[in-house]
């Protein structure tokens, strides 16, 4: 092979419309080393298109690709049908959203397959808007979801997806293209699964706490506490949702380590749940920094009688100052701060504005390290809390856990399974495949072997 050969001639792209969405992309895929070829009414007058883009009229520039992404509303979709013959065998990539769900009797890219019947229409990018491509994705947009009924087809463009630096989610079928054209019309879709999943949290734990703590004391010692209910505890609810909801954002990242693992490559694709779940890993950190400020505020407005350290005070009247106990109540306060900076921290660096100005080692540096030195510290709180009282049988009040320890169940776990993990002979291998090693057929025959 020659020299030449290295530094291929860029791929050729079609772009049908020059309207917004049509140069955004095209500029995204001319600076991603794609070719890209206009289609458009008026090919000598359709004002400024990204450099080094071509432009001509929508059949010549058929004919330079074999994919084309139509940009145009699906209202002005009827003049394709005449150039049927000419895109016959084409991947066709239908981008529209509609304003409104349900204007019409099927979903757009059915009907472009309807109109070209001999090329193969994907679904796909109308996720996107014309701004995130044109400033970088943000987090938000860096997934791509797609439909059709090719996969060949669909193949082509995630290729194109994934070079622009975006998450593929295949859907299936072209079936699916009506519940894609609605994605963009819900608000907030990637905080309904960690929206849902706070409430459901708090609701349980607030009945928990509530049975435990006050209908408990009534029912066994006759005595009203239900005062309790505006202040303790909800300043019991609120930390141990945002503990249990910042560990759910780790286990996700622990689970596809041990797949990888278990897979011995890194190119399977996850299941659905878990790229879901991976993908909504900012909002759920972001819930449960704001259960963290409500914990801190509710900690500060608590009359000082109340606070553990002032029960240190007052025993030290009676008795013997203990250095042991203060020794924890003051490292219950530390790991409590220290753990509710490096929160805001991560709050802060997960920011787009903030992200986008950090390099992609620092930014994970600051996600993964910090993050897991802020679980481990707000772990720590939370045992310090409990320091030993697990040992008393009265804190099994109608033989139910207290709730620091429900909220301590899901982080130690994913401490445990990090730890496992940086052990050097799993970090090793698991280094080794993520930078595309994979286990080969005959070592695992070999370990077959080995085994029977
Ligand atoms: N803007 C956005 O952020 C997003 C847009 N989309 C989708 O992308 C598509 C294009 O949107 P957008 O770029 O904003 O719209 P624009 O109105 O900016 O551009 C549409 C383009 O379609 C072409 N066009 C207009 N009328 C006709 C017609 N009668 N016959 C043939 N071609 C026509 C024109 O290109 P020319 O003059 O060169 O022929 C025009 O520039 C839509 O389907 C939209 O739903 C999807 C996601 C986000
Ligand atoms: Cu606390």
């Known amino acids: 092979m020659t020299r030449a050969a290295a530094a291929p001639e860029p791929e050729p792209l079609c772009v049908f419309g020059t309207g917004d969405f049509g140069r955004s992309l095209g500029q995204r895929l001319q600076q991603t080393a794609y070719r890209v070829v206009y289609g458009s009414r008026r090919p000598h007058s359709?004002?400024?298109?990204?450099?080094?883009?071509?432009?001509?009229?929508?059949?010549?520039?058929?004919?330079?690709?074999?994919?084309?992404?139509?940009?145009?509303?699906r209202e002005n979709y009827d003049f394709l049908e005449t150039f049927?013959?000419?895109l016959k065998g084409k991947v066709l990539v239908d981008v529209s959203n509609n304003p409104k769900k349900n204007i019409y009797p099927e979903a757009n890219a059915e009907y472009l397959q309807r109109l070209v019947p001999g090329a193969h229409v994907v679904k796909a990018f109308n996720t996107l808007s014309a701004w995130a491509l044109q400033n970088g994705p943000s987090d938000a947009s860096r997934q791509v979801y797609l439909c059709g009924n090719s996969s060949e087809a669909k193949q082509a463009v995630a290729q194109v997806a994934t070079k622009l630096g975006l998450t593929v989610l295949d859907?299936?079928?072209?079936?699916?293209?009506?519940?894609?054209?609605?994605?963009?019309?819900?608000?907030?879709?990637?905080w309904r699964l960690p929206f849902r999943l706070a409430i459901s949290l708090v609701a349980f734990l607030f009945f928990y706490l509530l049975i435990r703590d006050i209908i408990y004391e009534y029912v066994v010692n006759?005595?009203?506490?239900?005062?309790?209910?505006?202040?303790?505890?909800?300043?019991?609810?609120?930390?141990?949702?945002?503990?249990?909801?910042?560990?759910?954002?780790y286990l996700p990242g622990i689970i596809a380590a041990f797949l990888q693992l278990y897979?011995?490559?890194?190119?399977?694709?996850?299941?659905?749940?878990?790229?879901?779940?991976?993908?909504?890993r900012k909002q759920l950190g972001l819930i449960a920094l704001g259960f963290a400020v409500l914990h801190v505020l509710y900690t500060l407005i608590i009359p000082i009688r109340y606070v553990a350290g002032a029960q240190i005070i007052k025993e030290n009247q009676t008795t013997v100052f203990d250095t042991t106990v203060a020794w924890r109540g003051d490292s219950f306060y530390?790991?409590?701060?220290?753990g509710f900076g490096l929160y805001l921290l991560l709050g802060i660096t997960s920011l787009p504005s903030v992200s986008n100005a950090l390099s992609w080692r620092e930014f994970s540096f600051v996600q993964s390290k910090l993050g897991y030195l802020t679980l481990f510290l707000c772990t720590l709180h939370t045992y310090l809390y409990g320091r030993d009282k697990f040992l008393f049988p009265s804190t099994y009040k109608w033989y139910t856990p207290p709730g620091y320890m429900l909220s301590l169940v899901v982080p130690s776990v994913v401490i445990v399974l990090k730890l496992l993990i940086l052990l050097p002979?799993?970090?090793?291998?698991?280094?080794?495949?993520?930078?595309?090693?994979?286990?080969?057929?005959?070592?695992?025959?070999s370990k077959e072997s080995l085994l029977t």
């Not at 293209?177 to 990637?190: G, M, T």
């Open 46 to 73: 359709c004002g400024p298109l990204p450099q080094g883009a071509q432009v001509m009229s929508h059949v010549a520039a058929a004919q330079s690709a074999s994919v084309v992404f139509v940009c145009i509303h």
């Open 84 to 86: 049927a013959p000419q």
């Open 171 to 190: 859907r299936g079928s072209l079936a699916a293209a009506r519940e894609l054209e609605d994605f963009p019309l819900e608000l907030f879709p990637e």
């Open 222 to 249: 006759g005595k009203d506490i239900s005062f309790r209910i505006m202040v303790s505890l909800a300043n019991k609810v609120f930390p141990i949702a945002s503990l249990i909801m910042l560990s759910l954002c």
């Open 263 to 280: 897979r011995g490559t890194k190119y399977k694709r996850f299941p659905d749940w878990l790229d879901r779940w991976m993908l909504c």
């Open 334 to 338: 530390s790991t409590g701060i220290l």
């Open 425 to 445: 002979c799993v970090d090793s291998r698991l280094t080794r495949i993520r930078r595309g090693w994979e286990r080969t057929d005959q070592e695992e025959d």
